[in-house]
């Protein structure tokens, strides 16, 4: 039985040697490599945070004191400390989520995995233990250096530093990078602190000279190691940066040093008031295929050969982030007023393409999606055509800048959503299902959902041509839909998938539901029942040949993989109403839930997004009886199986 197998809960380790710990720490190296490479989830990260972890746990004493993950993505570790080791279904239906998660265990606080909120929660949570007498209660905050390109961290730290009594320690994590390298002045800072020569040159030749006197002198060496990390730290100015916020600095420290992470963790529980311990460490460290890796060091994986760290994947279709990166290519080439902002995810959201053509036009601000948002207005005003390249469940904390700062200035600003819809194994805080709901009620705003490749390429060229309003492409995470041909198109450009002789049903899909329309209606037809498919391509603002189709039809249907409330089934209702049209609308989406990780298909299913609940509902409504079973649609279906 390895070490790892013996630990239950963190005060396991207390008994632990050094050399036990070392041989701990390798035993979880293999165990992420082995176990993530079969599941797929974020190594890298991980990897990365083995000896800080078992420092935290080793130091402080969780749940009583409150440890707190920025973004999330890096606990995996605390995990396995705090009695979580099957990861035979990580991030599956009833597995362990890639996040924390109460669910899971009490040793989890924050499930959000949104990055920069975990100074303010841990603002909050010390608040709470002062003013309610847990004076013997820490927190600790987790936090990626990435992280401290967000807006919302400084905003903490300066409230942080408003009361220095509290028992609240900031665990910088830094490795340079967030996704990718950390870009912005904060970057260029930290990273003077990691690779200036003197503080490296000092440190080593201090160590060597202790280390010629054998034991005792290594023993000295440790006793003094957290005093001279504070003579270092001003040394090489570092203490300055954080010196007007009134906030102790301890640092920099070796973040894969377990045991120097544990002297300095100390000194920060024991000082009694907040504190920064700044950890130098390496993504990915101890696996080479991840270290090397120059993309993001292994940041997020799918199914991979641990041996070699090559994907496993036999697919061979494009991606909807390889569409739009080829295509938004393209358009730059032609369009020199094009240019580019991300918010700290270059690869992820497909903009390395343009940059690394167009590098002065491309602008990574960091995981700032606010500052994205109306730098990009700017952008507008000075005469370019900004494309804002993030993920969906992102731009939920952008929402007020494009409302006044874009909407009201009649911007021409085109945000780009990747992971749009029911994303899957990443759980509740990443699918990307509330852009509908939230961004239809900008005035002036056009969303797109393309259903496919072609109609991808189509749309974006249509909204980087509207430079007075802002607009919206959707799609979601994964490869694109087979490509499927419209038998005609509207004078305002709804596409017609499919039209029976005769008019009983109208089924409105958004984006790729487009096909799970399709079928419904061949089950439709099965069963007797006429249908027409349209694809509105721009779902907002609501075409007029959309509602006059519905007003020739018996029912309308609305399909879409965003929230029923206040989602686009919605607004053609109201547009209906506005024009007199009595007839009925059913919508078809997404539960207003906080969807837990399962496969996309698992979720959907689960919304009743299938062909077989959908017909069986249809059917209900056109015959005016509500039915548990339709026996001809579950026929029709079976035939459809069959082929």
Same mark, same amino acid.
Not at 19 to 33: G, S
Not at 379 to 398: E, K, M, Q
Not at 479 to 495: E, F, W
Not at 515 to 534: C, F, M
């Given at each position: ?6 630990? /239950? ?16 720490? $390798? ?36 749940p009583k004191d409150a440890i707190v993950f920025d973004t999330g993505h890096q606990s995996y570790v605390h995990k396995l400390l ?39 929660? $841990? ?78 040159? @000092? ?37 300055? @940066? ?57 940041? $997020? ?7 070699t760290g090559a994907a496993i994947s036999t697919s061979t279709t494009p991606t909807w982030t390889g569409v739009f990166s080829d ?80 909407? @009201? ?44 490749? /072609? ?76 249908? /027409? ?111």
């Amino acid at each position: 039985m390895g070490l790892l197998e013996t630990i /239950t809960g963190p005060r396991d380790l207390d008994a632990l040697s050094r050399e036990q710990l070392t041989q701990l720490a $390798a035993e979880i190296r293999t165990f992420l490599v082995s176990e993530v490479s079969r599941t797929g989830g974020h190594l890298g990260p991980n990897l990365g945070v083995i000896e800080m972890t078992l420092a935290i746990h080793r130091v402080f004493d969780s749940p009583k004191d409150a440890i707190v993950f920025d973004t999330g993505h890096q606990s995996y570790v605390h995990k396995l400390l705090t009695g979580r080791q099957d990861f035979t279904r990580l991030r599956e239906r009833g597995g362990l989520a890639g996040y924390p998660q109460r669910s899971e265990s009490p040793h989890d606080i924050v499930e959000s995995s949104h990055a920069s909120s975990s100074l303010s929660w $841990a603002d909050g949570i010390s608040r709470a233990f002062e003013m309610t007498g847990q004076h013997d209660r820490h927190v600790v905050a987790v936090v990626g250096d990435g992280a401290l390109t967000g807006g919302m961290t400084w905003e903490a730290l300066n409230n942080i530093s408003d009361d220095n009594t509290r028992k609240l320690i900031i665990v910088v994590n830094d490795n340079g990078r967030s996704y990718a390298p950390t870009i912005g002045g904060m970057a260029r800072f930290l990273n003077t602190v990691r690779t200036r020569r003197s503080y490296r040159d @000092l440190y080593l030749t201090s160590q060597k000279a202790f280390d010629r006197l054998g034991a005792p002198g290594r023993a000295v060496y440790r006793g003094v190691r957290g005093g001279m990390h504070g003579f270092l730290a001003r040394f090489s100015n570092n203490e300055a @940066l954080y010196s007007n916020l009134d906030i102790k600095y301890l640092g920099p420290v070796d973040g894969h040093d377990e045991q120097a992470m544990e002297e300095a963790l100390s000194q920060a529980r024991n000082y009694g008031a907040p504190v920064i311990v700044h950890a130098i460490t390496q993504k990915g460290k101890g696996y080479a295929p991840a270290v090397h890796d120059e993309a993001d060091q292994f940041h $997020a994986v799918g199914k991979i050969n641990p041996s070699t760290g090559a994907a496993i994947s036999t697919s061979t279709t494009p991606t909807w982030t390889g569409v739009f990166s080829d295509k938004l290519l393209q358009l730059a080439e032609a369009d020199p007023r094009i240019v580019g902002i991300t918010a700290a995810m270059l690869r992820p959201t497909g903009l390395h393409k343009f940059a690394e053509r167009f590098p002065e036009r491309v602008h990574d601000v960091g995981i700032a999606e606010q500052h994205a948002a109306t730098s990009a207005a700017g952008l507008a005003f000075g005469g370019l055509h900004p494309v804002v390249a993030i993920y969906a469940t992102f731009i939920n904390r952008a929402f007020d800048q494009i409302l006044m700062d874009i909407a @009201l200035h009649k911007a021409g600003v085109t945000f780009v959503l990747d992971r749009a819809g029911v994303t899957g194994p990443d759980g509740p805080s990443h699918h990307g299902i509330w852009d509908l709901s939230i961004l239809q009620v900008v005035p002036g705003i056009h969303l797109a959902a393309p259903r496919d490749g /072609t109609r991808l390429q189509e749309e974006l060229s249509e909204a980087v041509a509207i430079d007075d309003a802002p607009t919206v492409i959707r799609f979601p995470k994964g490869n694109v839909s087979t490509d499927i041909p419209a038998i005609r198109r509207t004078a305002d450009g709804v596409d017609v998938l499919r039209e029976d002789d005769r008019r009983d049903v109208l089924i409105v899909t958004v984006g790729p539901m487009a096909q799970l329309g399709l079928d419904v209606a061949e089950l439709l037809n099965s069963a007797g029942v006429g249908s /027409t498919v349209v694809d509105p391509r721009w779902v907002v603002p609501v075409a007029h040949s959309i509602v006059d189709l519905a007003d020739t039809h018996r029912l309308v249907i609305t399909i879409e993989d965003g929230l029923r409330v206040g989602g686009i089934g919605t607004r053609i209702r109201q547009e209906l109403r506005k024009a007199g049209v009595d007839t009925g609308v059913d919508e078809l989406g997404l539960p207003d839930d906080f969807l837990q990780h399962a496969t996309r298909e698992q979720i959907l299913e689960d919304a009743g997004l299938t062909a077989e609940r959908i017909v069986r509902d249809i059917l209900a409504q056109v015959s005016g009886t509500r039915i548990p079973v339709a026996r001809p649609a579950e026929a029709a279906a079976e035939r459809v199986q069959r082929g």
